[in-house]
């Protein structure tokens, strides 16, 4: 039987920390609008306290997360044990997409130290959290991350880098807002 907390514990802090993927699942206020789940790999999450968490946005082919989050903040994360007992947690929340462009990134990003650049930093503030049993999850061996992601951000200069997100990531597939170009600043 799943049971219910109104924010993560020690004992669910160490499952979710323990697992080596997790999905993201967001969705557009209309009713015509795409449900997006997405996977999440590398260590690319950071429990912030017992009512936060964080986690990098490398980027991807779409720009859903951000632009349901700045519609309307629902957002949950699912962690799913491969290996071991089975078990299944499952975090509702609030979700802020903290661009990149942010004065608050460069302070966040030191969570994650493996990573030198992100699209965008993800936090959710906790409304629910749910377990429950996982027993129709298969177990599944962990063999290693896939490295294509962090070597082709990684070997993109800065500029360009930046350039390829703003020109690809601007709307959503429903036509929301995604990443936007902050305002240019006037010397005074």
């Given at each position: 039987?799943?049971?219910?907390?109104?924010?993560?514990?020690?004992?669910?802090?160490?499952?979710?920390?323990?697992?080596?993927?997790?999905?993201?699942?967001?969705?557009?206020?209309?009713?015509?609008?795409?449900?997006?789940?997405?996977?999440?790999?590398?260590?690319?999450?950071?429990?912030?306290?017992?009512?936060?968490?964080?986690y990098?946005?490398?980027?991807?082919?779409?720009?859903?997360?951000?632009?349901?989050?700045?519609?309307?903040g629902?957002?949950?994360?699912?962690?799913?044990?491969?290996?071991?007992?089975?078990?299944?947690?499952?975090?509702?929340?609030?979700?802020?997409?903290?661009?990149?462009?942010?004065?608050?990134?460069?302070?966040?990003?030191?969570?994650?130290?493996?990573?030198?650049?992100?699209?965008?930093?993800?936090?959710?503030?906790?409304?629910?959290?749910?377990?429950?049993?996982?027993?129709?999850?298969?177990?599944?061996?962990?063999?290693?991350?896939?490295?294509?992601?962090?070597?082709?951000?990684?070997?993109?200069?800065?500029?360009?880098?930046?350039?390829?997100?703003?020109n690809?990531?601007?709307?959503?597939?429903?036509?929301?807002?995604?990443?936007?170009?902050?305002?240019?600043?006037?010397?005074?």
């Amino acid at each position: 039987m799943g049971k219910s907390f109104d924010q993560l514990n020690d004992g669910l802090i160490t499952f979710i920390k323990a697992q080596k993927m997790f999905f993201v699942a967001t969705a557009p206020l209309s009713a015509d609008g795409h449900v997006n789940v997405s996977p999440k790999g590398y260590d690319s999450l950071a429990v912030i306290d017992n009512n936060t968490v964080a986690y990098l946005d490398l980027g991807g082919s779409g720009i859903e997360t951000q632009a349901h989050c700045r519609e309307n903040g629902r957002i949950t994360l699912m962690f799913c044990a491969f290996e071991g007992k089975a078990n299944i947690v499952r975090i509702f929340g609030r979700g802020e997409a903290v661009p990149f462009t942010d004065p608050r990134f460069a302070d966040l990003l030191k969570r994650f130290p493996d990573f030198a650049r992100a699209r965008a930093i993800i936090i959710i503030d906790i409304d629910h959290v749910m377990d429950s049993c996982g027993w129709g999850v298969p177990f599944f061996e962990f063999k290693g991350e896939r490295e294509q992601l962090q070597r082709w951000t990684e070997k993109m200069p800065y500029d360009d880098w930046t350039e390829h997100r703003f020109n690809t990531n601007t709307t959503s597939l429903d036509g929301l807002p995604g990443l936007t170009r902050p305002a240019a600043s006037e010397d005074v």
